[in-house]
């Protein structure tokens, strides 16, 4: 299957990445809870245990900050781990390792000592697993200099976004949203690479640009389909990179629409929809003809019911509204 | 949807310049509409704050179709060209007392519309005045959009010779024309007025002026005839169904010849009371924007008389042809030279032929000739004018 395009799954791209970068480079393993004998709590890594063995698929204690902290010692030792991570609520158990070490070693050293350490998370919610297991925080790392924050949201991303992080030589974190990893479409056999500094267009439109990134990306796809049939030109931007942000590529499409949508699965009081919307005003005021909307969570833990779920997350009638609410129709 | 004249039935609303919500006073423009004199500025006569449109841009209604519902301090009123009685109708609830948004009223009285700063920025770079724009955004904000649409309609009616379609011009004055020598019995007097004293008296004022502010001979024209109307009233006002109504007013139609062909004759609201330096200031403006295409609807609504002059390098003697439903017109010819006896002598003067064209129906020649001579006497004691 090299030729043409074909038919996979994010969670298979997922996994032809991780396979890719551990065939590529004996520097590169994988460890993380789960992530060996039983496949992946997701079943991204379903298989690589054979293939690679348990000095590279290598099974954790629950301990987020021990294995995170394994991590970084196996980058400064010169090794390229992928660390995986359950869900980013977990991560706050590993909080301290990412986030006093991870993003501070180079420049505490004085440029002396890298981290050129790989964490991938799942974020999100959409499949029941209550408020311990589904809310977005990557928006928090995205606060942290020192990091670089990623959010791959289509396959092409999914597939290659890993070997331009394991390339960098600090710490990347990627965020896999729950709800993507079943979705199917067809890569080309031509794709990638991708770089991991800029945002995209992923439709243009002329009326109103919706600004989003990760699980999200798909609802404000759909928006657009609908507002599309009202004869509104939706731009939607997959923002790709949550740290450091491209905000050019928004600003110029904001100075082009002059309206802005902020579509974003993380709350809204002092979030990174929060940070957008100010870089907008700071770099596209004078263009702005209607306040800059924002279709965020509720502000409530994730719910567990379904419907109380479904309520809470970000959906395309909503940003359909948020949207007409910029065009004052 | 102000009546601009006999021969106009219907008009095309081109654009709303006010909004629900805001405050409107007697002589503001809220409208744009299209005639077949061009697009003509709709002002208004009421005071109030404008409820609602009833009439979107774009739409072609009759002559006195509401156009939009104005709450002020009298029970809701219909906006027209008022003080045309068919066009202003009390509001079907004329006890409920105006509704106003609680929203838009401070925004109104702060008096700072809010325009998006898109808009704003568009409104700079196109020279856009933006308190003269509707806004169509939440609470009334001006958005880009908005300024657009207004820098749109400002370019059209800079482009004034295309604003005005002469051949739609050529129409309405044939329909006024051929009705008024069907319908209206003329009888046309005429005299010779000696100008010596206006031309004096002129000439000693204008001395001391610099050219934008010197009088013109058609200012003391038409001041006499006005006042001459005081006296007058048979030759001011309308002959309709009900016969002759006399005008409440007096309001002298111009008549302006536009380049290229054409004649439009825009009022001098209240001519008798003008002051002499108004008056001529406001001949000017109107000159200009009938050639313009600027006019306002009340200008054109309501003359109660036309006076046409046909000026220098002209002929002697105009005999006109009334403008229904109006029942006189006063036409001024070409000042000329000629021999004048004076204390028994013969002797060389400036003099003007003034000619009434007259409805007989309202009025005999006998009254005619009384008032052309009034005219004449007026006219020889200038500074009473």
Known sequence: MTDAVREITYRDAVREAIREALLADPRVFLMGEDVGRYGGCYAVTKGLLDEFGPE??????????????AGIGAALGGMRPIVEIM?????????????????????????????????????????QLAAQHSHS????????????????????????????????PNPVLIFEHVMLYNRSGVLSADAGPVDISSAR?????????????????????????????????????????????????????????????????????????????????EGAFWDLDAPVERVCSAEVPIPYPHHLEEAALPQPAAIVAAAKATLAR | MPSLGADMEAGTLVEWLKRPGDRVK????????????????????????????????????????????????????????????????????????????????????????RVSPAARRLAAERGIALDRLTGSGPEGAILYADVERAAAGTALRHAAPKRLDLAEMRRAIAAAMARSKREIPHYYLSTTIELTPCLVWLETTNATRPPAQRLLLAALLLKAVARALGEAPEFNGFFTAEGFQPGTAIHIGTAIAIRGGGLIAPAIRNADKLALDELMAQLRD?????????????ELSDPTITVTNLGERSVETVFGVIYPPQVALVGFGMPVER???????VVARRVISATLAADHRASDGHRGALFLADIDRRLQSPEKL
């Open chain 1, 56 to 69: 590279r698929i290598r099974d954790t204690p629950l301990s987020e900050s021990a294995f995170v902290g």
């Open chain 1, 87 to 127: 869900t980013v609520n977990f991560s706050l158990l590993a909080l301290d390792q990412i986030v006093n070490n991870a993003a501070t070693i180079r420049h505490m050293s004085g440029g002396q000592f890298a981290v050129p350490l790989v964490i991938r998370m799942a974020t999100g919610a959409g499949r």
């Open chain 1, 137 to 168: 925080l990557e928006g928090w790392y995205a606060h942290i200099p020192g990091l670089k924050i990623v959010t791959p949201a289509t396959l092409e991303d999914a597939r290659f976004m890993l070997a331009a992080a394991l390339a960098d």
């Open chain 1, 201 to 281: 267009v992923q439709r243009p439109g002329n009326h109103v640009t919706l600004v989003t990134y990760g699980g999200t990306l798909f609802k404000a796809l759909d928006a657009a389909a609908e507002l599309a049939k009202e004869g509104v030109e939706a731009e939607v931007i997959d923002l790709r990179v949550l740290r450091p942000l491209d905000a050019e590529t928004v600003l110029s499409s904001v100075r082009k629409t002059r309206r802005a949508v902020i579509v974003d699965e993380g709350w809204r009081s002092g979030s990174l929809s929060a940070e957008i919307s100010a870089r907008i005003m």
């Open chain 2, 26 to 113: 007697r002589g503001d423009i809220v409208a744009v509409v299209e005639t077949q004199k061009g697009a003509i500025e709709v002002d208004i006569f009421e005071e109030g704050v404008i409820e609602r449109w009833l009439v979107e841009p774009g739409t072609t209604v009759p002559v006195g179709t509401p156009l939009a519902l104005i709450a002020g301090a009298e029970p809701a009123t219909v906006a027209s060209a008022a003080e045309v009685p068919a066009t202003v109708m009390p509001s079907p609830a004329p006890a409920a007392p105006p509704s106003v948004s609680p929203l838009l009223e401070p925004r109104t009285e702060v008096g700072r519309p």
């Open chain 2, 286 to 298: 109107l000159v200009s924007r009938a050639r313009s295409g600027a006019l306002r609807s009340s």
């Open chain 2, 339 to 345: 021999p004048w006896t004076a204390g028994g002598q």
